[in-house]
């Protein structure tokens, strides 16, 4: 098997989370290599098998892999062994060797977990900028309850290259301030931090990897459109 590299979050707890990146897999041309969306048009079944390559990091069966129908929303559910297709933008499971998965090529995967060790449970989010808007992350930190949470923000479209128009800028200076717009340009990794600390969260690490930037490494719609693959973050409770 070709050596798959990932991003380790070294979260507090009995947890297992990856961020993936784009190498690694099986899957060709656009899609090259590690590929984790079907809908993107790619191979379903070299899709699968590069699943079953993000689960295998984490210790898991890929079988039991529950992942939702992404819509941009703030909608966050509790998680299936095997469910596909639910309308929902985030997951989260308090049940051992359950293995979670959120994606995306631009938007920011979130990972979220209970750090006081007690009642183990994580959360995985695809956080967009419709979806920090509309409070993903605090239907996230509402489903794993207020404490000690401890969460970690993963490769997404930086402030160097998220140009928006003032439709979008406007929004996110009135929520999180004038600075949060520079030339035009949108910082969501600091307004997914700024929202996660605003609901509670004490921890909050930030790989800060511009998917737009670094072709050799991540899928981004923003560079290269459709068709494109997509990379995410997938975890289990340990």
């Not at 993963?154 to 004038?178: L, S």
Request: aromatic letters at 6%; charged letters at 25%; proline letters at 4%.
């Amino acid at each position: 098997m070709a050596e798959v590299t990932f991003l380790r979050w070294d979260a507090p707890g009995p947890y297992e989370v990856v961020f993936t990146t784009r190498v690694g897999g099986v899957s060709e041309g656009e899609y090259a290599s590690l590929n984790l969306g079907r809908k993107t048009g790619d191979d379903v079944d070299r899709v699968d098998e590069n699943r079953r390559r993000a689960c295998a990091e984490i210790g898991a069966d890929s079988e039991r892999l529950a992942l939702n129908y992404q819509v941009h929303s703030a909608t966050v559910v509790r998680a299936r062994a095997g469910a596909r297709g639910e309308r929902a933008d985030g997951l989260w499971t308090d049940e051992r060797d359950l293995p979670v998965l959120a994606m995306g090529a631009d938007c920011l995967p979130i990972a979220l977990v209970r750090a006081n060790g007690d009642v183990p449970a994580v959360a995985v989010l695809h956080a967009g900028w419709r979806g920090l808007l509309a409070g993903i992350v605090e239907s996230a930190v509402g489903r794993l309850g207020r404490g000690n949470l401890a969460a970690a923000v993963g490769p997404g479209i930086g402030p160097c290259c998220f140009e928006v128009r003032e439709d979008v800028a406007r929004p996110y200076r009135d929520r999180y301030g004038a600075g949060i717009v520079g030339s035009g340009r949108v910082d969501l990794w600091r307004s997914a931090e700024e929202s996660l600390r605003a609901a509670g969260v004490a921890r909050v690490e930030r790989l800060d990897a511009c998917t737009a930037c670094e072709p050799e490494l991540f899928f981004s719609h923003r560079r290269d459109g459709k068709p494109h693959g997509v990379q995410g973050v997938v975890a289990r409770v340990a």
